[in-house]
């Protein structure tokens, strides 16, 4: 799966370590393991999905930038789903971690499947509405949405950092496109960076 995703050009091999060091096949059900590796979303319960291996490679690798690890000390997620994503940061080894999700199920899944490959150390799962974000805890040097919504949530760029980014999809009600959200001491700087296929962020619980 790492060859792949470094023939399909995620180039920081920080990111791609990270992809080989968490067993995917852990977060998704028994009868779609023998799937896992490959490069698909799956099902993941209650209408929702894994994202494709590529996918999370593209959010992490986009997240980091150009910078060194040490720029993203504090990282939120939102949509914690089976805890893929956030398993792959943990192995990023970065310091802070939260994670949002506001499906109950999904929240305490994500927590069994963290245990269960040791990486819930620096991790902090919260079930609630991730649209609002954890203002007691901002500011965050990143922000990964992992569910679309129609505009950037306020609160979210409320609670960037400065030098901090966010990296999420929007969706125009035509397509879904991912952007870049870089917070500078002038303001934000917008950036598009392709195409994207996620599930809607839902707005309020
Ligand atoms: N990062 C996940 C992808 C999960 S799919 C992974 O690696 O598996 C997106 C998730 O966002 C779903 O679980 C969905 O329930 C959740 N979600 C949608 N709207 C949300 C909201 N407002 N707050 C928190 N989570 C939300």
């Not at 992809?19 to 028994?30: D, Q």
């Not at 789903?81 to 939260?98: D, K, N, R, S």
């Amino acid at each position: 799966m790492v060859e792949r995703l470094t023939h399909m050009g995620i180039r920081r091999t920080e990111v791609l370590a990270a992809i080989g060091a968490v067993p995917r096949h852990l977060f998704v059900e028994e009868a779609l393991r023998s799937r896992a590796y490959d490069d698909m979303s799956l099902p993941l319960g209650l209408g929702q999905t894994i994202s494709q291996p590529y996918t999370v490679a593209v959010m992490t690798q986009l997240l980091l930038g150009e910078e060194p690890l040490s720029q993203r000390r504090r990282v939120l997620e939102i949509g914690t789903g089976c805890g893929y994503q956030t398993a792959v940061l943990q192995a990023l080894g970065l310091p802070e971690i939260y994670s949002i999700e506001r499906l109950r199920p999904l929240h305490e899944r994500a927590k069994q499947h963290l245990r269960a490959v040791k990486l819930l150390q620096q991790a902090r799962l919260v079930c609630g509405d991730g649209y609002l974000g954890l203002p007691e805890v901002a500011p965050f040097d990143g922000i990964l949405v992992t569910a679309a919504p129609a505009q950037i949530p306020l609160p979210l760029l409320q609670q960037l950092a400065v030098g901090g980014r966010m990296v999420l999809p929007l969706d125009d009600g035509h397509a879904q496109f991912l952007w870049v959200i870089d917070k500078t001491e002038q303001g934000f700087r917008e950036t598009c960076i392709q195409e994207a296929l996620f599930v809607p962020l839902v707005n309020g619980i």
